[in-house]
């Protein structure tokens, strides 16, 4: 099973990125994924998550500017994100879990927001 975090990448402060996480070795739908991050000299925190039925939940700071998806055929899970500040850089890492299955974490992809 693996869990493969991609899209990072430098950009300016008020632009876009899309990540990837794209999974291999379980149905994304059979899961709850989320979306983590940890910035810098700081702990990991969480980001959005989008649960089996297609219910997505975000950090209250970040409604309105992230949006997590899912592509069932594609077996991959997304994050938008619009409207990027510096603090937003981090090492932003997926995550899928369920009841009575294990927990994957995918490795990092790093998102690096200028100013």
């Known amino acids: 099973v693996q869990l493969q975090a991609s899209g990072g990448g430098l950009v300016q402060a008020g632009g876009s990125l899309s990540l990837s996480c794209a999974a291999f070795?379980?149905?994304?739908?059979?899961?709850?994924v989320f979306w983590y991050r940890q910035p810098p000299m700081n702990q990991r925190e969480l980001v959005a998550s989008?649960?089996?039925?297609?219910?997505?939940d975000y950090t209250d700071t970040l409604k309105g500017r992230f949006t997590i998806s899912r592509d069932s055929a594609k077996n991959t899970v997304y994050l938008q994100m619009n409207s990027l500040k510096p603090e937003d850089t981090a090492l932003y890492f997926c995550?899928?879990?369920?009841?009575?299955?294990?927990?994957?974490w995918g490795r990092g992809t790093l998102v690096t927001v200028s100013s």
């Open positions: 070795g379980i149905d994304v739908q059979l899961y709850n």
């Open positions: 995550k899928a879990s369920s009841p009575g299955r294990p927990t994957y």
């Open positions: 989008i649960n089996k039925k297609g219910t997505t």
